[in-house]
């Protein structure tokens, strides 16, 4: 199972956890030996991840995951069972998918339709962290 690690910072601004994100993902290795990878938004926000491959093995799946516009970003460990359904909702609305992997059908289905009602209606077993860089907002779940 893969391995996600984030630090943000809502007052200190400039703060560089580069240092702490590396050294926790060599923790992590084992949980995903098939990738890894850090972003920033070079402010207040770092994350990073190791993957393990399982439902897309190129690297379009890697992860942190960004939106199309660069306005969203993503971290996501587990596995959501419908993806299907709201994958053909959002190619019905024109996103155009780059993997096959559920964690880019989170990414857009946050965007689209906000955590609240994600929540509610994807089943499965997960964890992420979904990160707006133009409202500098955070939502973990």
């Not at 938004?41 to 960004?66: A, K, W």
């Not at 059908?105 to 965007?111: C, E, G, M, N």
Request: hydrophobic residues 35%; aromatic residues 14%; proline residues 1%.
């Amino acid at each position: 199972m893969c391995g996600i690690v984030g630090s943000y910072h809502y007052k200190n601004m400039g703060v560089n956890d580069t240092s702490f994100i590396k050294w926790a993902l060599t923790t992590m290795h084992h949980r995903g030996p098939d990738s890894n990878g850090i972003w920033t938004n070079q402010e207040n926000y770092f994350t990073g991840f190791v993957r393990l491959s399982i439902r897309d093995l190129s690297e379009n799946g890697n992860q942190p995951m960004h939106s199309e516009c660069k306005n969203y970003s993503i971290t996501f460990n587990g596995e959501i069972y419908n993806t299907e359904n709201f994958k053909s909702r959002l190619e019905k609305n024109g996103v155009q998918f780059k993997s096959t992997t559920d964690t880019e059908v989170l990414l857009y289905s946050l965007i689209r339709w906000g955590a609240e009602y994600v929540l509610q209606h994807f089943d499965g077993i997960f964890a992420f962290a979904f990160y707006d860089n133009r409202q500098n907002k955070l939502i973990l779940a």
